[in-house]
C-alpha cells in the first residue's frame, strides 16, 4: 500500500492535552504549524502547559464551536483513548478534515526504522527487553509510543537509531500510516471495549500494525499459539512465530533452550531470571525483534540473562510462613489475570477494580489453581460471581490493606498470594502502580515478612 497524499500542513487541532497532546502541540509548533488544543476536561496544569506553549485551549466546546474549530484547520489530531464514538470523529468525517495520530506526524518527518509491538499483554515488557538489547548491542535505541515518551517526541533526538514503539490500540486505531520495519503482535484477548465500538474495531486496529508492512523489508512477528494473531497475517509479508515447546514455532524451546528460527540456542531456560511461560514467550518474541532490527545474538543474551521483569507484572516480592505474595498490579484484563495464574499450583487470588466493559466470568474456570478469592473494588460483585460455588470467596470494600490481611488468613504454606485484579485501578488508586505500591507496603507490614535476600 502506498503512503497517503498529504497535503500542505498549516494549522492543526489537538483533541486532548495530556502527555501525547502537549507533545505533539509541541512538535507541530515547533515546525510552523498554527495549533489550537481542545479539552473537556482540563486541569489547572493543563491550562499552565498551554499557556506557556502559547497554544489556544479551548475547554469543552458546544458542538457548534467544535464543528467550527474542526472546521478551520487542517488536520485533526486526538489523543490516545478518546473513544471511537466520541463526536470528534464523526464532526472530522463531515467537515472532510483528515485525522492523523502521533505515529503519522512522526512519520511525516522522519524515517529511520522502528520495530513496534503490540498486544493485549505484555507489550511493555517486550518494548523494554526489545530496548535494551539493541542498546546492548551499540545500537542507539529509544522505548517509545505508549511510554512516557511519545514517538513524535523522541524523534527530535538526532541520535537515536532504531525507535522501539509500544503501538497501543488507541494508536493504531486513529493511524493513516505506519510502516515499522519490524512489527510484533504478540496475543490478543477482549480489552478497552470502554474505548473501542466493538470488539471486531479491537482486533482491527491491531492487526493495522501489519497492514502498511514493506512486502520485501518488512518482518512480521506473531505469536504461533493465538488464532486471532494468525489469522490477521498479512500474506505479502514474511512473518516468523514465537512459542513455547511443542508450539511448531519458529522461535521455540527446544530440549531446555531458547532457540532462534535457525536453531541457534540462545540461552537455557534455567539462565532466565524468571521462567513462567509468559516470561518464556515474551523472551522470544523479543529476540527475535531484536535480532531482525540489528541486535547482535550476544547483546540478546546478556538483556535475557539479566532481565528480571518490570515493577508490577508478576513481580515478587518476599513470603510469609511458607506464602509468595506477588504483585501483578498491571494485570487489568482477565486474559492478563488468566496468563499470570498459569505459573502456580495453588494460588489466593486478589482481583477487581474498575471494570473496563470486559467479562470476568472466565476467571472461575480457573480453580484450581485459584483456591480462595479476596474481591475488591467496584467490580468485586463480579468478581464474586464468577468464583461463585467454586471456591471460598471474601468481599473486601475498604481497602488493599484489609484486603492484604484477609489473604494472609486464607493463605496456606506452598501458596502463592497474587494481586492480579483483571480490572482498572480507579475506583480506590490513581494508578495501576500506586495500587501495586500499596500493596507492596501492606504486604512487608505483615509480621514475619521476608524478602527473597532474607530467607
Known amino acids: 500500500m502506498d503512503a497517503p497524499t498529504r497535503g500542505p500542513l498549516r494549522s492543526a487541532l489537538v483533541f486532548g492535552f495530556g502527555v501525547t497532546g502537549r507533545a505533539v502541540a509541541t512538535a507541530l509548533t515547533s515546525r510552523g ?35 467550527r474549530l474542526v472546521s478551520g484547520c487542517d488536520l485533526v489530531v486526538p489523543s490516545p483513548g478518546i473513544p ?104 490478543f484477548a477482549p480489552d478497552h471495549l470502554d474505548a473501542h465500538v466493538s470488539l471486531s474495531s479491537y482486533e482491527s486496529a491491531k492487526a493495522s500494525i501489519w497492514k502498511d508492512l514493506d512486502a ?33 514455532a519458529d522461535a521455540t524451546v527446544s530440549d531446555g533452550w531458547l532457540c532462534l528460527p535457525d536453531r541457534t540456542q540462545l540461552i537455557a531456560v534455567d539462565e532466565l531470571p524468571r521462567s513462567f511461560p509468559h516470561d518464556i514467550t515474551n523472551a522470544l518474541a523479543a ?11 550476544e547483546g540478546v543474551r546478556h538483556t535475557l540473562r539479566s532481565f528480571r521483569g518490570l515493577h508490577h507484572r508478576m513481580q515478587y516480592i518476599g513470603q510469609v510462613d511458607g506464602v509468595r505474595w506477588y504483585d501483578d498490579s498491571k494485570a487489568t484484563t482477565p486474559h492478563a489475570v488468566e496468563t499470570a495464574l498459569q ?47 467454586r471456591c471460598e470467596i471474601r468481599v473486601i470494600e475498604t481497602s488493599i490493606a484489609d484486603a492484604v490481611a484477609v489473604a494472609a488468613e486464607l493463605s496456606q504454606p506452598g501458596d502463592a498470594v497474587l494481586l492480579s485484579p483483571g480490572c482498572t485501578s480507579f475506583d480506590w488508586f490513581t494508578s495501576y502502580g500506586d495500587r501495586g505500591d500499596q500493596f507492596t507496603d501492606a504486604v512487608r507490614a505483615l509480621r514475619g515478612f521476608m524478602t527473597e535476600e532474607a530467607q
Open 287 to 297: 529476540s527475535v525483534a531484536a535480532l531482525a532490527a540489528g541486535a547482535t545474538v
Open 216 to 248: 520485501v523489508s518488512g518482518v512480521a512477528i506473531a505469536s504461533a499459539t493465538d488464532p486471532v494473531v494468525l489469522a490477521n497475517r498479512n500474506p505479502e509479508v514474511s512473518t516468523l512465530t514465537f512459542g513455547g515447546a511443542g508450539t511448531n
Open 343 to 389: 505459573a502456580f499450583d495453588s494460588v489466593v487470588l486478589i482481583a477487581g477494580g474498575r471494570n473496563k466493559g470486559l467479562d470476568l466470568a472466565a476467571l472461575g474456570a480457573h480453580v484450581p489453581p485459584v483456591r480462595a478469592v479476596v474481591a475488591i473494588g467496584e467490580a468485586a460483585t463480579e468478581v464474586h460471581k464468577a468464583f461463585d460455588g
Open 33 to 67: 504549524v498554527s495549533v489550537v488544543a481542545v479539552d473537556e476536561h482540563p486541569t489547572d496544569v493543563i491550562r499552565a502547559e498551554a499557556a506557556s506553549m502559547g497554544v489556544e485551549l479551548v475547554e469543552a466546546p458546544s458542538p457548534q464551536d467544535l464543528t
Open 84 to 187: 471511537e464514538s466520541h463526536p470528534i470523529f464523526g464532526v472530522a468525517e463531515a467537515e472532510g478534515v483528515a485525522i492523523e495520530s502521533e505515529f503519522d506526524l512522526a512519520d511525516r518527518w522522519d524515517s529511520r526504522p522502528i520495530v513496534a509491538i503490540t498486544g493485549t499483554d505484555g507489550k511493555t515488557t517486550v518494548t523494554t527487553m526489545v530496548t535494551a538489547m539493541l542498546l546492548a548491542s551499540g545500537i542507539r535505541s529509544i522505548a517509545c509510543g505508549n511510554t512516557e515518551t511519545p514517538l513524535v517526541e523522541a524523534i527530535s533526538d538526532p541520535a537515536i537509531e532504531v525507535f522501539v514503539v509500544e503501538a497501543s490500540s488507541f494508536r493504531l486505531a486513529t493511524t493513516r500510516w505506519f510502516r515499522p520495519s519490524v512489527a510484533v503482535w504478540l496475543n
